[in-house]
């Protein structure tokens, strides 16, 4: 990674902090962007690396962000479109305004992004890498729009890893499971996602350092292809065998649990600006 130019998004906290933090110990050069000022300051000046505030959802504001990392480190090497929020939805009775949110920052964030940084990693060095989830692969109940919002960031991932072969650039797709992160946690704080979980989480929760440990990795070599925990690999290929799975082990008590989330208030897992709300 030494002298690598690397752009993260969704930095102040969580994986886009950690990693930042990584590479920078690697040697990269480093600029991080995302909402919660406060803690995205701090997270940078612990680093030494430039910062933006940034709403992902804002496509001026974007493009405006990534020239200017782009200018301050003299090029972009690596972009990371790693902002995303989360809340629980059920399709029939949740409320509308979540799957709204959730797709403006996850695919039109994560599209707003690629299409920024892309002419300024469109060379023989550049790669992009989205973060995606597992939940694109195994879809759970509840989860409606988070799911469907990183099946489309797997699908633009995919699509500008084509687009960029002609350039010599690389992009990777990022697989995670339940990682320690607030965006985890906060996500099933909810009382339907209590009852319905029953004190347990549906994978077990991976340490963070597993997840930055694969995206080091995957950053470095480019991949095309990033996962935590490792097993998380070999249910890419079986998805429908997966879903099925998952289907008959979730089916229990699930009548009682919708009709809980259908009356519980939510909030995305990173308060949003008022313009998605």
Known sequence: MDGKRVLITGAARGIGAALG???????????????????????????????????????????????????????????????????????????????????????????????????????????????????????????????????????????????LRPYGAKAGVAYFAELDTDMTHRGWETEAARHFLKGRHISGVTPLSVGIDALERGITRRSRIVVAPGWVRAVIPIRPLAQRAMELRLRSGLAEVLEIAQNEAVTLTTSQPEHLL
């Open 21 to 163: 933090k990584r590479l920078t110990d690697r040697g990269a050069q480093v600029a991080l962007a995302g909402l919660e000022p406060e803690m995205l300051e701090a997270t940078a000046e612990s680093i030494g690396a430039p910062w933006w505030p940034l709403d992902v959802a804002d496509r001026a504001q974007v493009q405006g962000v990534v020239d200017q990392a782009a200018e301050t480190l003299g090029g972009l090497d690596v972009v990371v479109a790693n902002a995303g929020v989360a809340a629980q939805l059920p399709i029939v009775g949740g409320d509308p305004d979540i799957f709204s949110s959730t797709f403006a920052v996850n695919v039109f964030g994560t599209y707003n992004t690629l299409r920024a940084a892309g002419r300024h990693i469109s060379h023989p060095s550049g790669y992009a890498l989205v973060i995606s989830s597992l939940g694109a692969i195994v879809n759970l109940p509840l989860l409606g729009a988070y799911s469907s919002s990183k099946a489309a960031v797997e699908a633009l991932g995919n699509t500008l890893r084509q687009e």
